[in-house]
Every structure is written in structure tokens, then in C-alpha cells.
T-cell receptor, first 115, second 114 residues
Framework: DAGVTQSPTHLIKTRGQHVTLRCSPI?????VSWYQQVLGQGPQFIFQ???????GRGNFPDRFSARQFPNYSSELNVNALLLGDSALYLC??????????????FGPGTRLTVT | DQQVKQNSPSLSVQEGRISILNCDYT??????FLWYKKYPAEGPTFLIS???IKDKNEDGRFTVFLNKSAKHLSLHIVPSQPGDSAVYFC?????????????WGLGTSLAVNP
């Protein structure tokens, strides 16, 4: 069984550029969440999507946006990159967005470096 | 303000002994708690969870204890194995708006020595 997959695994961008990160959830999972993890910190919640609708948003600027597609895969977009956006971006999938089936399963992450 | 706190950045135990990882939280609205393990260059792996209606949940070598009055939970690993060496994150959910986003601690790095 394929787990959560993310692409690319590593990415180097320059300040001011735009980046798109992709995530495919576990088969049957309808909810996808995005997290940012900087070194030495726990993951910080960015977005949650369920059935193509945004269900939650963390404290991130409008430069961050996301969407979920009919096949439940998701994209995270970051515009006007800043040095501080350098981090590991994690995608997690779960069966539902609330209730008992809330355990989230994480992908390997995309390591973004902004220079 | 850190709503989920893991006050020990690191822990070292001998193989075969018990590892106890602690987590404190401040938000009384949290009603679901999870522990994740993370190896370098990998995403977090779900370990075990507990609902606020319980005070203990056990799965193999892993047991999570919840003390709601103290807003404290702990993860016990018995017996500890070298392969358990990783960073362990405590996470909580239960936002009043029913947004089930996870709030994470900073993690505790566990080293199990052979």
C-alpha cells in the first residue's frame, strides 16, 4: 500500500520566486493537511482540506495558498519566497477531518531551501 | 505562546529499560492527543493516541497516560529498543471551532543505548 507521497523531495529557490509542492494522500483518505517544520521546532499547521474545501487555516500570510483536487491530491503554493520560508513542508492525510478517524499519516516532506 | 510543551529536549535510556516522555498542555479545550515519532529526513509516524474521555491507552510496548486535571500526558515505552531512537512529538487537537488542526510540541529526542 502506498503511503502519502510528496514531490519534489528537495527544492532550492531564490527569494521572490514562487513554489508549488504536491501531495498525494493514502488511497481512501479524503483529508489533506499541510505543515511547515523549521529546524528544532514542531510542525506548524498551515492548511487543512477535506472534499476540496478548506477546513482550517493556520497563522500564515496570504502568500501561502493551497487547493485540493477531485482525486484528493493537493498542492501548496508559496509566492514571493522569503529566506524564512526555508523549511521542511509536510503533508498529512487522514480519513476525515474531524471525529474519531483523525490520525494523520505523514509523507516524507519536501525540503525547501530559499537562497 | 506554546500550548503544547515538551520540556525535555532530549532523553537517554539504556536498552531494555523504560522510556518516559512527558508533555504538558495549557488549552483545556483539547480533547484528543497523539504521539508521533520522527526519524531524520522522514515525515512523522503516528504512534498512539488518546481521547480525553480516557486516562490510559496501550498498544504493544507503547502506553499513553493522560492526567486531565494536571493537563499532562506521558508516553511510556517498555522495553526500550535502539530502534526507538528518534524525536518524539506530542500533538493535541480540539479547537473550539471544531477545526481539528494539530498543535505540536517541540519534540523530545530519545536515544536508546545498547
Amino acid at each position: 500500500d502506498a503511503g502519502v507521497t510528496q514531490s519534489p523531495t528537495h527544492l532550492i529557490k531564490t527569494r521572490g520566486q514562487h513554489v508549488t509542492l504536491r501531495c498525494s494522500p493514502i488511497s481512501g483518505h479524503k483529508s489533506v493537511s499541510w505543515y511547515q517544520q523549521v529546524l528544532g521546532q514542531g510542525p506548524q499547521f498551515i492548511f487543512q482540506y477535506y472534499e476540496k474545501e478548506e477546513r482550517g487555516r493556520g497563522n500564515f500570510p496570504d502568500r501561502f495558498s493551497a487547493r485540493q483536487f477531485p482525486n484528493y491530491s493537493s498542492e501548496l503554493n508559496v509566492n514571493a519566497l522569503l529566506l524564512g520560508d526555508s523549511a521542511l513542508y509536510l503533508c498529512a492525510s487522514s480519513l476525515a477531518w474531524r471525529g474519531s478517524s483523525y490520525e494523520q499519516y505523514f509523507g516524507p516532506g519536501t525540503r525547501l531551501t530559499v537562497t | 505562546d506554546q500550548q503544547v510543551k515538551q520540556n525535555s529536549p532530549s532523553l537517554s535510556v539504556q536498552e531494555g529499560r523504560i522510556s518516559i516522555l512527558n508533555c504538558d498542555y495549557t488549552n483545556s479545550m483539547f480533547d484528543y492527543f497523539l504521539w508521533y515519532k520522527k526519524y531524520p529526513a522522514e515525515g512523522p509516524t503516528f504512534l498512539i493516541s488518546i481521547s480525553s474521555i480516557k486516562d490510559k491507552n496501550e498498544d504493544g510496548r507503547f502506553t499513553v497516560f493522560l492526567n486531565k486535571s494536571a493537563k499532562h500526558l506521558s508516553l511510556h515505552i517498555v522495553p526500550s529498543q535502539p530502534g526507538d531512537s528518534a524525536v518524539y512529538f506530542c500533538a493535541a487537537s480540539g479547537d473550539p471551532g471544531n477545526n481539528r488542526k494539530l498543535i505540536w510540541g517541540l519534540g523530545t529526542s530519545l536515544a536508546v543505548n545498547p
